[in-house]
């Protein structure tokens, strides 16, 4: 089946530096990725939408230039958590689809950030 | 706003009983509503969706769930729950479409032999 894999799966980082987070999809082209966190005790929560190509969609609440999303190929996009501090120490997790009614989403395994 | 509430954070059943995991979620849109299922160190699997066609959805390995607007529920049930289906369970609401926006926090399902 379809497989997302994602890197790293835990990354412990200093206050007020950038951490770069990757998600690819293996053996599928995907047109649409998909980046959520989740917060201690909380749900997971769809923070933007990446489109290949184009910029990405950012939930309300969610900062565009504290998480940069990249989607610059069909096979890759990366969330930059830029400046991180503590308060955005999460769970991390991307999936996958392609631009197809009812195309399933394929996860990553998400990425644990910790910002010291 | 969407929200969606898993009633139960873990549930324990015998092998062979049925198995119930409850969901209740709020939305100001006509919501699209999925359970996902993940295994120990594996990714988010998707196990059936509700997209406004017929409330009883049948998805794979035997899970089924019913939509009930009345009820704001939308409830995962399974016949005879196999020592397989042990592992945790995200009930999730979105917008109509396919992009699944709040997860609830998960209901871990063990099956004792």
Wanted: proline share 4%.
């Amino acid at each position: 089946g379809a497989v997302v894999s994602q890197h790293p799966s835990r990354v412990i980082c200093k206050s007020g530096t950038s951490v770069k987070i990757e998600c690819r999809s293996l053996d599928f082209q995907a047109t649409t990725m998909f980046w959520y966190r989740q917060f201690p005790k909380q749900s997971l929560m769809l923070m933007a939408t990446s489109n290949e190509g184009s910029k990405a969609t950012y939930e309300q609440g969610v900062e565009k230039d504290k998480f940069l999303i990249n989607h610059a190929s069909l096979t890759l996009s990366t969330l930059t958590v830029t400046s991180a501090h503590p308060e955005d120490s999460s769970f991390y997790i991307c999936s996958a689809s392609v631009r197809r009614e009812n195309s399933p989403l394929h996860f990553g395994n998400g990425t644990r950030l910790t910002v010291t | 706003a969407q929200s969606v509430t898993q009633l139960d954070s873990h549930v324990s059943v015998s092998e062979g009983t049925p198995v119930l995991l409850r969901c209740n979620y709020s939305s100001s849109y006509s919501p699209s509503l999925f359970w996902y299922v993940q295994h120990p160190n594996k990714g988010l699997q998707l196990l059936l969706k509700y997209t406004s066609a017929a409330t009883l959805v049948k998805g794979i390995n035997g899970f089924e769930a019913e939509f009930k607007k009345s009820e704001t529920s939308f409830h995962l049930t399974k016949p005879s729950a196999h020592m397989s289906d042990a592992a945790e369970y995200f009930c999730v609401v979105s917008r109509t479409g396919n992009t699944p926006l709040v997860f609830g926090k998960g209901t871990r399902l063990s099956v004792i032999a």
